[in-house]
């Protein structure tokens, strides 16, 4: 048994299936991800670098040290990414973690280095000069030591003051392409703007009895808000269902992309981290199932609705604010969607993140945290068809857990036989006619 080298047989397995394709080693991409997730979170949940690279999160201990050369990589992926607000912040703490090391698992000039020229773009030369300078000092070797020496002090032109170095200047990058950043945010962290009293006293909870079906099984509706409707279906689906979902789903789970709006084709982006897979309603009982409940809660004739869509977001996954419809100058959009516009959305929480991972309707001022088996439903469009841009809305970040929704998006040819009567102020109880968009 001792000669029996178990490994030799596992990784020739693995050996194998690398070759199918069927295993992928972590790359470059892999690594850069991972730092740009812990980046994203420590922005949404304002989390302190030093604590997080102390496994530490919101004063919990929940995971493990990073080392100081784990923490650098953090650092030299915002370095890739132009980023300096937080190649400043990780290198600090890089080399604050290096001084405690023994082994030390980095060179304190590699660190150094990164660290000065962060410290020179966000504004801070003559302390960018003193890490240099000391660089140049440990490391007289250094290829570009010297010279960088040279470059900051021409900078400053002579005015290199002695005594006290300046307080260190860090601001975060205001212009990353999300305009509504600090509120989106904000309504993650769960700072939601107060709402009107007048508003907030419309808002009820009711059984939905409006079909046969529901004569026996009603289902129980919360309305979180009006124009533009959004409510929540309370334990619509059960444990068994979620279960069976996954079990379905994880086989097939793939990269989730998103749809370039110039060329029209689907691609993988920073925007959206997160794995999705479709299921048909013939695959098993527990879809077609859920797709029969999806019209019995909305009330939407389900013919032309998009198969069920099943999504996981791992730690850092999430979903920037986007509009789940499709907008005119979209490129391709209604090809692909084939039956026309999203008119409506259908979002089951299966299973629940410890920490993070709202739905938030940044627009609105709206945050949706995730309650298991629960269903958000929404309309992304006016009844005209037209896209309603206050629909805007996210999937923060997962802080803690993982999180799984299935989704299902209603289109265009659209019968709503009787509208959500109760729930939707603009339907009433009047019986629509097929309505034809886009
Ligand atoms: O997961 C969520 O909370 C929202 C997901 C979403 O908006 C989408 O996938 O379009
Ligand atoms: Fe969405």
């Given at each position: ?18 070759i199918?394709?069927?295993v ?6 892999d ?6 997730a812990l980046l ?5 949940y ?14 919990k ?25 937080h190649t400043?912040t ?5 080399l ?15 660190i ?30 250094h290829?570009?030591a ?6 900051y ?42 709402i ?5 006293k419309?808002l ?5 009895r ?11 509706v ?5 124009e ?8 619509i ?18 990269r ?23 299921l ?32 996981n977001?791992g ?22 969607l084939a ?16 920490w ?34 206050r ?11 993982v ?5 299902r ?30």
């Open positions: 048994m001792m000669r029996d080298n178990r490994a030799e047989k596992f990784i020739k397995s693995i050996t194998d299936r690398r199918e394709s069927k992928k080693f972590p790359g470059e991409e690594l850069s991800g991972a730092a740009t994203r979170l420590q922005d949404t304002k989390l302190d670098s030093y604590d997080l690279s102390n496994g530490i999160i919101l004063g201990k929940v995971g493990h040290k990073l080392t100081a050369h784990d923490t650098f990589e953090v650092g030299r992926a915002a370095y890739n990414q132009k980023d300096y607000y400043l990780w290198m600090q703490v890089a604050n973690k290096l001084e405690n090391e023994n082994p030390r698992t980095i060179e304190e000039e590699e150094l280095e990164y660290l000065a020229y962060a410290l020179y773009q966000q504004g801070n030369i003559r302390r960018a000069l003193a890490m240099t300078k000391k660089l140049a000092k440990i490391a007289p070797n290829p570009r010297k010279g960088n020496v040279k470059w002090e021409d900078m400053l032109e002579g005015k290199e003051k002695e005594g006290e170095l300046p307080p260190i200047v860090n601001k975060r990058i205001e212009d990353d392409g999300i305009v509504e950043r600090d509120a989106y945010e904000a309504l993650c962290r769960g700072e939601i703007p107060p009107d009293p007048k508003e907030e419309k009820y909870c009711y059984l939905k409006d079909r046969p079906f529901l004569k026996l099984a009603p289902i129980k919360e309305i979180l808000r009006y533009p409707l959004v409510v929540l279906f309370k334990q689906i059960s444990d068994y269902e979620s279960e069976m979902v996954q079990e379905l789903a994880a086989p097939k789970l793939k989730a992309t998103v749809q370039n709006a110039f060329t029209g084709e689907l691609e993988t982006a920073s925007y959206r981290i997160s794995k999705s897979a479709w048909k309603g013939a695959e098993h009982p527990v879809v077609d199932r859920i797709n029969k409940r999806v019209g019995d809660m909305t009330n939407l004739n389900q013919e032309t609705s998009e198969e069920l869509q099943v999504a977001y730690l850092g996954g999430h979903y920037d604010p986007h509009f789940d419809f499709a907008r005119k100058e979209e490129v391709n959009a209604f090809k692909k039956t026309g516009n999203r008119i409506a959305t259908v979002l089951f929480y299966m299973e629940v993140p410890e993070g991972g709202a739905t938030v309707f940044n627009q609105l001022g709206t945050a949706v945290f995730p309650s298991k088996n629960d269903a958000l439903f929404w309309y992304n469009l006016y009844r005209s068809g037209e896209g309603d841009l629909t805007r809305h996210a999937a923060c970040p997962v802080l803690m857990g999180k799984w929704v299935i989704f998006l209603g289109s265009k040819i659209v019968r709503r036989i009787e509208g959500i009567k109760q729930m939707d102020p603009r339907t009433g109880p009047r019986i629509y006619e097929t309505m034809r968009f886009g």
